[in-house]
C-alpha cells in the first residue's frame, strides 16, 4: 500500500465531504486505540476543527494513558484539534440502576453495548452544538466483515473514513502518521468490558487471519482441502460471525406496501 498516497486521498475525501455537506469540522472518541487513533490524525490533517472526546466507562488505566497521550500528541501538532473529556460512569451507573433485574449473563452483554451507545450518544451531542459530523472509526474486517461493533453505539456515525481498510493496512496508515509507539503495539481492545481481554479474546481469530478469512469469502472457487485444521477454524469463525452480524451490515430492513392494499 502507497500509505502517502492513501493518507493524502483520505483528507482530501473529508475535506471535500465536510464542503459538500455545508458543516464545519469532526469530533471522534479516542480510546487508546489504533483506529481512533489513525482516524483523528487523519481528520486533524485537513486543518478543520477537530475536537476528540475522551468518554470513559471504568476505563483501564492503560487505556485512558493511551487515549490522554494521543490527543496530546495531535495538540501540539495540530492547532485545529482541541479536546473534552467527559466522564460517562455516573451516568453509566444512573442507567443500570433504573433497569430492571435479570439474567446476570443477558444483562452483561445488554450493559457492554449500553457503554458504546451512551457514547455515540455524547458524540452527536458536541456534533450538534458545533455543526459537526462524527467520524467512525471502524475498519473494514470489523464494518463488513465481522461486525464487530455496537449497533447504534460505535456503528453510530456520519461517514467512515477507514472502512475500506483492513487492520494492517490500518496500522501502516498509523506508521506513516507518526502514531505514537504505546499505540502501535497495543493489542487491540474494544475495552467495553472492564478486563483485560482483547479483540481476539473474544473472536477467536487474529486480525491477519480474519483478513485471510474475508479474502477467502470472496472467492468463487475454495478448496477447503488445502487448508490446514487452523485455517478451518477461522474460516469457519469468519463466516459465521458474517452471517449473524448481516443485519448490522445492511440497511434497515423497510416492509414495501404493495399498490393494491393502498
Known sequence: MNTTEV???????????VQTSQTKGFVIGVSGGIDSAVTSTLAAE???????????IYQSDKEVD??????????????????????????????????????????????????????MT??????????????????KVEDFGVGFYTKYG???????????LVKTEVYELGKELNIINDILIAPPTDGLWGDERTDEDQIGASYPELEWAMEMAEQANID?????????????????????NQHKMQPIPVCSIPNELR
Do not use: Q
Open 122 to 139: 455524547t458524540l452527536y451531542y458536541f456534533a450538534a452544538l458545533n455543526n459537526y459530523l462524527v467520524l467512525g472509526t471502524g475498519n
Open 7 to 17: 493518507k493524502n486521498h483520505i483528507v482530501n475525501w473529508l475535506k471535500d465531504y
Open 154 to 164: 460505535d456503528g453510530g456515525v456520519d461517514i467512515s473514513p477507514i472502512a475500506d
Open 224 to 244: 477447503f482441502t488445502a487448508f490446514t485444521s487452523r485455517e478451518r477454524e477461522v474460516f469457519e469463525i469468519y463466516t459465521g460471525l458474517n452471517t449473524i
Open 66 to 119: 493511551r487515549a490522554k497521550k494521543h490527543i496530546d500528541f495531535l495538540k501540539d501538532n495540530y492547532p485545529n484539534v482541541s479536546s473534552v473529556k467527559t466522564e460517562l460512569t455516573a451516568v453509566f451507573d444512573a442507567f443500570i440502576a433504573a433497569m430492571p433485574e435479570t439474567d446476570e449473563e443477558d444483562r452483561k452483554m445488554g450493559l457492554v453495548n449500553t457503554r458504546a451507545r451512551l457514547r
Open 46 to 56: 485537513t486543518g478543520l476543527p477537530l475536537i476528540c472526546i475522551e468518554m470513559p
